[in-house]
């Protein structure tokens, strides 16, 4: 059996699509698109909310037009979960644009199931799901008002279905990043599902190429500037072997780095207990992993094991959670701190004064300690200047963009030398989502899961 | 016995789950991963970040990469989608988390990491400074 190389062309909903070409160009049998993050899914909640036929992420048809070529030659396959909470419209989208560019004589699956906003009265009432909060243990009564979104993040399984039945682009919803991975090694090596220690490699090896450059240098804290051409950061390809030992390297030719280093950064990234990563396909545990440096770019990964997937799945609930505003003045010396200091307590009494009510403030001095906090040890040394950035939260979105309308007058009736400038939402008030994880069981969510195969003629 | 800044000894890098954030903090050798373990408790970095975490703080060991993984609770003012604060995501906390000092053996008192040599940014600058003059 030969060597399996998938990449990770893509980290989050946002990231450049240019990216995938020297992948493609290198070779590669799965082009692996990850668009997916806790705030993505609020994103597309929002999308979906104004239009019907929104809801996936929009970058999925650049995406494929760099494929397509590829895909159309049988080079590769492209497995992605683009489809966010609305992965039939994204399917949609996707035969469009092969269409558009005349490819035909492809197969399209698309997965679904994973949204279970209209299931879940049921589930919680009639099919014993608790849906208690994972975090904080709270019940789900104590839920703040009806959820936007419910979405489970399945496993490998649908996808490995996919394929089986001659998908060439296979386009999910929620399906956890990792999976995405995982499912092309199942399907070509012919992996079992009780085959921990292969299904736990798998995983390592997704969540190392699931952040695109995160793994070959990007938020590295090493010799960051060492990295060579920073400014086109290649992204990670793993060449997988049948009994789970993997080489993860990047497009020759290209720059930034694969080392253990740059490599361990990534392993442990938004990671809670690293003895027991929790996929739905399998319990890794990355503490297992051997990585040997091969030098030339080129690390080999062994030895990782694992133990049986829960009876569980994910599943992450959203609320409306009030409205936001923030404005940031800039301040110069001298005494810019204190000038700014000040500005948020006059901007705190004009609220008052005008009647807002402002549910919850937060007062930063960019500059000074607006991202170190208590950490930040206390100085006397005088800060060269200070941006001051309020922000608040209010019931409703009138109040948020009128609280925020008492800063504009202080351009000339505050401390010296104040510039005003507009925030996240260039001014105007943004809506904030509480984000609700807990678990359900995977045999009423997989009853549900279904896979749509479509050919474009 | 000398005190030492965790920068100086350290990686790190940091991220979100809903309102938990994770700081993954890396070991360049034995020696220091031994140090980390012995100095770098759950309850140090709890008090470290005060009132930025409003929650506990759990320590996991992953002793094949060298590192420790603080898992911190009630750390993003509520997560993401929720959060008032810049950093939403916490990306900036693992950078929080290396300020803090600790106490390292005189053997160890004059380690230090290199820094940045961002000499070729300045040339592009300049090289960008230079096109603007121009117009």
């Not at chain 1, 709270?138 to 996808?159: D, K, Q, T, V």
């Not at chain 1, 390809?237 to 694969?258: E, F, L, M, N």
């Not at chain 1, 959670?321 to 307590?345: C, L």
């Not at chain 2, 000499?119 to 592009?124: F, K, P, R």
Request: glycine residues 10%; aromatic residues 6%; charged residues 25%.
């Amino acid at each position: 059996m030969r060597d399996i190389r998938i990449a990770g062309g893509q980290g989050f909903y946002g990231d450049t699509p240019t990216a995938v070409d020297a992948l493609l160009a290198d070779g590669v049998d799965y082009l692996c698109l990850e668009a997916l993050a806790e705030l993505t899914l609020a994103i597309l909640q929002k999308d979906r909310q104004r239009d019907e036929t929104r809801g996936y992420t929009r970058d999925l048809p650049a995406y494929l037009a760099r494929a397509l070529p590829f895909v159309a030659d049988g080079r590769t396959k492209v497995i992605t979960n683009a489809g966010g909470i609305n992965p039939t419209a994204a399917a949609h989208a996707a035969i469009e644009t092969a269409r558009k560019l005349g490819v035909s004589g492809i197969t399209v699956a698309t997965v679904v199931g994973d949204d279970l906003l209209g299931r879940l009265p049921t589930l919680h009432t009639d099919r014993g799901q608790a849906l208690t909060h994972l975090d904080t243990g709270e019940p789900f009564s104590a839920f703040p008002g009806s959820p936007l979104f419910a979405s489970a993040y399945l496993g490998a399984r649908p996808i490995v279905d996919a394929l089986t039945q001659g998908a060439d682009i296979v386009i999910t919803g929620r399906v956890a990043d990792a999976s995405l991975f995982l499912a092309p090694l199942v399907y070509e090596h012919g992996w079992h599902w009780d085959d921990w220690d292969r299904l736990a490699a798998g995983i390592l090896v997704g969540h190392l190429l699931e952040c695109s450059g995160q793994s070959l240098g990007g938020n590295y804290s090493g010799d960051w500037w060492a990295l060579p051409h920073p400014w086109d950061l290649p992204y990670p390809i793993a060449s997988v072997a049948a009994d789970g030992t993997a080489v993860i390297s990047k497009p020759g030719g290209s720059g930034g780095r694969v080392s253990t280093d740059t490599l361990r950064h990534q392993l442990l990234y938004e990671v809670h207990d690293p003895t027991r990563y929790l996929s739905p396909d399998v319990v890794a545990d990355f503490t297992s992993a051997r990585f040997s440096d091969l030098g030339d770019d080129r690390v080999r990964i062994t030895d990782v094991r694992g133990t049986p997937a829960t009876d569980t799945y994910k599943l992450l609930l959203s609320a409306h959670a009030g409205w936001a505003g923030e404005a940031r003045v800039a301040f110069s010396w001298p005494d810019a701190y204190e000038k700014a200091k000040a500005t948020a307590a006059i901007l705190r009494q004009r609220v008052e004064m005008a009647g807002l009510q402002v549910d919850e403030w937060l007062v930063e001095y960019w500059g000074v300690d607006a991202l170190g906090g208590p950490t930040v040890p206390p100085t006397t040394h005088e800060a060269p200047e200070c941006t001051l950035r309020v922000a608040w939260r209010c019931a409703d979105q009138r109040t948020a963009g009128l609280v925020g309308r008492e800063l504009v007058p202080l351009t000339l009736s505050a401390p010296p030398a104040g510039m005003t400038g507009a925030g996240r939402g260039g001014g105007s008030a943004t809506e904030l989502l509480s984000i609700w994880p807990t678990l359900i069981d995977k045999s009423v969510v997989d009853t549900e899961v279904r896979v749509v195969v479509e050919e474009v003629g | 016995m000398a005190k030492l800044s965790l920068r100086e000894l350290c990686g790190y890098r940091s991220g979100d789950k809903g309102d938990i954030a994770n700081i993954a903090l890396f070991a360049d050798d034995d020696e220091t991963y031994e140090l980390i373990v012995r100095e770098v408790t759950a309850e140090r970095v709890k008090e470290h970040f005060g009132a930025m975490v409003r929650g506990r703080v759990d320590r996991y060991e992953a002793a094949n990469v060298r590192a420790l993984n603080f898992v911190m609770h009630g750390a993003l003012g509520g997560g993401g989608p929720r959060s008032l604060r810049a950093d939403t995501l916490g990306k900036s906390l693992g950078g929080a988390l290396v300020r803090m000092e600790i106490d390292v053996p005189d053997a160890m008192a004059d380690r230090r990491r290199a820094r940045p040599d961002v000499s070729w940014a300045d040339e592009i600058l300049a090289r960008n400074a230079e096109r603007t003059s121009e117009r």
